[in-house]
């Protein structure tokens, strides 16, 4: 069934519309993380697959602007660039090194200048299906992909296909490309509309499916691993406020004691008169400041006498507080 007054079968604009759904989210998210770059080459699949629909869709049709010869062309120019995109993608997607090649330079010799034979032909011969022969370099080229994504999978993972995540690889990237080589020959045969949107959109849809879950796994291993840098930053910083604390009362301390040695060499206190009197405000008895200096208490009670009549005060309470003055 064709959308009325035009050429598109109601499924292709069905994948149009979720592919424009799509295209929305995707833009949405750049937006918000401008730094990712694999946000941007979905975007620009997406954007392929949605012109790829329309031209396909729509063209030709004598009732839009152009000439048959321009309409089928530009049709045919989506259906070789879309695919074109195919291996530079999955190189910078999937980081298949072996891909390297077919993404910069086996497009070009195998797709872009079939496109430019497929043109001079059609434009000479004035017959399509002339120009269609040339189809057979896609699906060769197509192959010859398919062979190399499946080396590239083994060489990412070492020859070992047991982890999940290299099976969905092998599997999608497969099914995604397959279609593809089904497309020259689709056109071929005009199997129709319907069945070659159904086939290349499902493919690259998987792909893309594909790449956004492991795009969602990736994200969320960075989360746990921000959650678990965040937890390790507040345990060091709770050990770094106890060791300020600590090396603050040492100060403190330091600072205090200074402050006291300071004062009591004000009052001319010989050293033995300070130590006594160190101790005298840290709360001694006589006895104890005599166990602790290895003197008799009775010398400690002459010196400590000494102190009060240099300091100029009465008891200990005066003294403690004559020492502790700023």
């Not at 298949?96 to 032909?121: N, Q, S, T, W």
């Not at 604390?245 to 300070?274: A, D, G, H, V």
């Amino acid at each position: 069934m064709l959308l009325p007054g035009t050429q598109m079968h109601v499924i292709t604009f069905l994948f149009i519309c979720i592919e424009t759904v799509i295209l929305l989210y995707l833009v949405i998210y750049r937006l918000a993380r401008p730094d990712d770059k694999s946000t941007l080459l979905n975007i620009i699949l997406i954007l392929l697959l949605i012109l790829y629909n329309a031209t396909g869709g729509l063209l030709p049709d004598a009732d839009l602007p152009g000439s048959y010869f321009v309409q089928t062309s530009t049709a045919y120019a989506t259906g070789f660039i879309t695919p074109c995109y195919f291996p530079y993608y999955v190189y910078n997607s999937f980081a298949l090194e072996k891909m390297k090649f077919h993404a910069y330079r086996g497009v070009i010799l195998f797709l872009i200048l079939p496109y430019v034979l497929f043109v001079i032909i059609f434009v000479s011969s004035g017959n399509l299906d002339t120009a269609k022969n040339l189809l057979v370099i896609p699906v060769g080229y197509a192959l010859w992909v398919i062979i190399t994504l499946i080396g590239a999978v083994k060489f990412k993972y070492h020859n070992n296909f047991r982890p999940r995540v290299a099976k969905e690889e092998i599997a999608v990237l497969f099914l995604s490309l397959t279609p593809w080589v089904g497309l020259p020959v689709i056109d071929y045969f005009n199997w129709g509309q319907p069945v070659e949107a159904t086939t290349t959109n499902t493919g690259f849809l998987l792909l893309l499916a594909l790449q956004l879950k492991q795009h969602i796994v990736r994200l969320r291993e960075e989360h746990e691993r921000l959650i678990d840098s965040e937890e390790k930053l507040l345990k060091w910083n709770e050990q770094l406020q106890e060791e300020v604390e600590k090396r603050t009362q040492e100060l403190e301390k330091l600072s205090r004691e200074e402050r006291l040695s300071q004062n009591c060499k004000k009052f001319r206190l010989t050293t033995r008169e300070i130590e006594i009197a160190l101790l005298v405000y840290k709360g001694y008895s006589h006895k104890q400041i005599g166990e602790i200096l290895f003197i008799a208490e009775r010398t400690v009670a002459k010196h400590v006498q000494n102190i009060f009549e240099k300091a100029q005060v009465s008891n200990r309470l005066e003294l403690s507080r004559k020492l502790d003055m700023v």
